[in-house]
């Protein structure tokens, strides 16, 4: 399958998503801010189904900025 970008923001208390979402996909950029982890993170489609149903609601849209 193609890779599509995604952009997590994990808090710090949860911090285990960054690894599993690591393992699932390909790290572009990492970083952190007083919220918590910014990862950008290329993903296929079904890991991105995997790592969405687990994670969904840490997704930033910053697409384009």
């Known amino acids: 399958g193609t890779e599509k970008r995604y952009r997590f923001l994990i ?3 949860r911090y ?3 690894n ?3 393992q699932k996909g390909r790290v572009t950029e990492e ?3 007083d919220s918590g982890t910014l ?3 290329m993903l296929k ?3 991105a189904g995997q790592a969405l149903a687990k994670y969904g609601s840490m ?3 910053t697409e384009g900025s």
């Open 11 to 13: 808090p710090f208390d």
């Open 16 to 18: 285990g998503a960054v």
């Open 20 to 22: 599993d979402i690591r």
């Open 31 to 33: 970083s952190y801010t």
């Open 39 to 41: 990862l950008t993170v």
């Open 45 to 47: 489609d079904d890991a």
């Open 59 to 61: 997704v930033c849209n």
